[in-house]
């Protein structure tokens, strides 16, 4: 049932740091150290400790293709690969930071996520993590999302992390390396318009509280045609069980992460008319993240604050409904 979203960020003023954020637009991976050590503020590099194992973990999992010192960290930038901190202060060690040195680190990776769309953010260390969101995490891919990026938790590369062995790090940056490859998923869904144009549409609510609403649908199942994963759905959904499937309207592909993975999906979106039709759901949405069900005029998706997928929604079907179904499907973009 699931469908990617993106979300709108924010603007504040960013606190001073020794070492520069390395950014840039749609990397698969943004690192997220916890903050400068004295080293690394000297250097102006992250990571710059010669004792630090990140450098060499990045090339060894074949997250780069080759060893990059600390000094070439923009270089990275043409790998995918992106750095910055949680917190931006610099200390001897992370016991030194206090709860206040990540004020605002949780907005402000949320803005690198909306504004950059990095596939994942990866945290060096459970405690860039627990600063940034207030919450202990295991180490691999967490169910937390910020949008549609993705994010991970590395064991810390630090020297002073010796509890965890050189195999064991090697082992989940691997592991990331294998997890920021998409899982392909095909997928259909339905614009479902009644005798007055209006358009249903469900409320997805995952556990951090992002809101977006999209067309009902979702995943393809092994064996199932585009058609038969949009009756399932319907039925399963909004309780829609007679209709007749009209054409392919619209087609979206989007790499987004969802419960733990990030997904590759297609969407197919294919016109159902529908005289009336009152939702009644058949199964339990809330398993699925799914919070409500409800018409939407088009001057109510034009005028509204709230998250639509795909973005352009709104302008898509005033088109639809003026000059009527495309003679061929196109990409509505995210």
């Not at 070492?19 to 637009?25: I, K, N, S």
């Not at 990397?27 to 630090?52: D, K």
């Not at 691999?140 to 195999?167: C, H, I, K, Y």
Request: one cysteine or more; charged letters at 25%.
């Amino acid at each position: 049932m699931s469908a990617g979203r993106a979300r709108p960020g924010g603007s504040r003023a960013e606190p001073a740091s020794a070492v520069p954020d390395v950014l840039g637009p749609r990397l698969r991976v943004v690192f997220c150290g916890i903050n400068p050590g004295f080293v690394s503020a000297a250097a102006a590099a992250h990571f710059a400790n010669p004792r630090n194992d990140f450098w060499r973990l990045l090339a060894e999992a074949g997250i780069t293709s080759q060893l990059y010192e600390p000094g070439e960290q923009f270089e990275v930038l043409g790998e995918g690969v992106g750095l910055t901190n949680a917190a931006a202060r610099t200390t001897g060690g992370s016991s030194d930071l206090r709860r206040a040195d990540f004020a605002g680190a949780a907005e402000r990776l949320g803005r690198i996520a909306s504004e950059l769309h990095p596939r994942a953010i990866a945290f060096v260390g459970k405690e860039a993590y627990r600063g940034t969101f207030g919450e202990r995490a295991e180490h691999g891919p967490q169910r937390r999302t910020l949008g549609d990026t993705g994010l991970f938790v590395l064991p810390s590369t630090s020297p002073a992390n010796a509890a965890v062995p050189w195999e064991e790090r090697l082992r989940c940056f691997r592991e990331l390396r294998d997890w920021l490859e998409p899982v392909e998923r095909p997928a259909a869904r339905a614009l479902v318009l009644d005798r007055n144009d209006r358009v249903l549409l469900v409320q997805f609510r995952d556990e951090q509280g992002q809101i977006w609403w999209a067309t009902p649908g979702g995943g393809i199942d092994e064996g199932e045609s585009a058609e038969d994963a949009i009756r399932r759905e319907l039925a399963e959904e909004v309780g829609l069980r007679a209709f007749e499937l009209g054409p392919e309207v619209w087609q979206r592909e989007h790499v987004f992460a969802w419960a733990g993975q990030i997904l590759h999906q297609r969407e197919r979106i294919f016109l159902v008319r529908v005289d009336d039709h009152d939702p009644s759901p058949t199964v339990d949405l809330a398993a699925e993240q799914v919070h409500e069900v409800r018409w939407w005029t088009l001057a109510e998706l034009e005028t509204t604050g709230e998250t639509l997928v795909p973005a352009r929604l709104a302008y898509y079907l005033r088109q639809l409904l003026q000059e009527g179904p495309p003679a061929t499907p196109f990409d509505t973009r995210v």
